[in-house]
């Protein structure tokens, strides 16, 4: 009877160990997962779609995930550790470098921004006037020097043939 007991015993503990490690993963390694929205920088902070997510470990171990039409990513399986996640996506500016430290079952959520690329044009449309009175005197001032340098040029060669 105390052999049966204990079988019975060992038998229960076997399935108890068994179910536990099955529950937190292959044999007790979890892993986490990263998710977050990508927004842009304008005060409607609209979702980017299509931007490329890298989390990428010390050890270059690389992970990805794109963003949906809602700006949202979503990466599980990742090992316990610290990543930096980078998002890259044309037209806009990259983003590199952003830590996060990952937990075995843990859920890290971590929303980014992005900004457009500009040009020369954007840029004093979002500064407004007064840049556009600095470009206008800058390039007055550009053409003034180079008429009065040819000038000057000019009246050096005829004193010169005197």
Known sequence: MTRLGLTLMFVAYTIISAGVAFAQGALGIQAGTVRGQ??????????????????????GEE??????????????????????ISIYK???????????????GGDHFVPLKMSKKGNILTFFQNFGFVFWALMLCAITALLIFLFTKRGMREKSTANEHR
């Open 63 to 84: 992970f990805t995930a794109i963003t949906n039409s809602n700006g949202d990513y979503e990466r599980s399986g990742i090992p316990a550790g610290r990543y930096f």
């Open 38 to 59: 990508i927004t842009d920088t304008t005060p409607a902070q609209n979702p980017i779609e299509g931007v490329q997510v890298k989390i990428v470990s010390a050890a």
């Open 90 to 104: 044309e037209g806009y500016s990259d983003r590199l470098g952003k830590p996060v430290t990952v937990v075995n």
